[in-house]
């Protein structure tokens, strides 16, 4: 109707008592407890600084950033080199000691061409500093075969013309002669899976497992 007005509403009067938006009781034990949980971390991990800074203090050398000398186990035989902390143990092999015939390509782990045995556990040296290699046995291309024959795997990779371009091939004849190290009976399964991250521009994989197979005594075999 016109003129009329609705009826009034009280409105609650404001309490005089604040009212606490910030915390309630499960907030409150929900912050305790994450409180008490990251101090206990906190005080693990400065725990563990203090050790590592005492392991360090107390037990490990620092090295570089400038060469320092280092003796490395190749081919049976203690070679002593400079080498600095970056420096890959491919490197140091075809730099620092002039022994190319393990090949770089890649440089990133990638191809395999550069692989050597560490401790007879085929390694892309590409990828593995010298350092860590200070203690441990390194067979490379070159020490694969002595002076009186070369190792059955390198021939088996003539005879059966297992290279075209060659640059694939020291660290293929490395993963194959690794292979039969471990297992003297591979099938061409065997083999796929070894040389699996070895790569061959040239596509001559038939003739690395054809040759691999015969290094091993074995005939090929259909996958």
């Not at 563990?48 to 090295?63: F, I, M, N, P, S």
């Not at 892309?124 to 441990?136: E, K, P, Q, R």
């Not at 993963?175 to 003297?184: K, V």
């Not at 061409?188 to 290094?215: H, M």
């Amino acid at each position: 109707m016109p003129g009329h007005q609705p009826p009034h509403k009280e409105l609650p009067e404001a309490s005089s008592t604040p009212v606490n938006k910030g915390i309630t009781r499960r907030g409150f034990l929900k912050g305790a407890g994450i409180t008490a949980a990251g101090t206990a971390l906190l005080d693990g991990v400065h725990g563990l600084q203090q050790e590592a800074h005492g392991a360090t203090t107390r037990d490990v050398k620092e090295y570089g950033p400038e060469a320092f000398p280092v003796t490395l186990n190749i081919n049976g035989t203690e070679r002593a080199l400079h080498v600095e902390p970056r420096t890959t143990l491919a490197e140091a092999l075809r730099i620092g000691l002039g022994m190319t015939g393990t090949k770089i390509s890649c440089d990133r782990g990638v191809c395999s061409s550069c692989t050597v045995w560490l401790d007879k556990m085929p390694v892309n040296s590409c990828m593995t500093l010298a350092v860590d290699a200070i203690g441990h046995h390194v067979t490379t291309i070159e020490g694969l075969s002595n002076d009186s024959e070369v190792h059955p795997v390198q021939a088996a990779f003539v005879r059966h013309d297992a290279m075209q371009c060659g640059f694939c091939t020291p660290g293929m004849v490395m993963s194959c002669a690794a292979l039969i190290e471990r297992n003297p009976h591979p099938t061409e399964v065997d083999v796929r899976v070894a040389i699996s991250g070895n790569l061959c521009r040239c596509g001559t994989y038939p003739k690395v497992f054809a040759a691999t197979l015969d290094a091993a005594g074995q005939h090929a075999s259909k996958a």
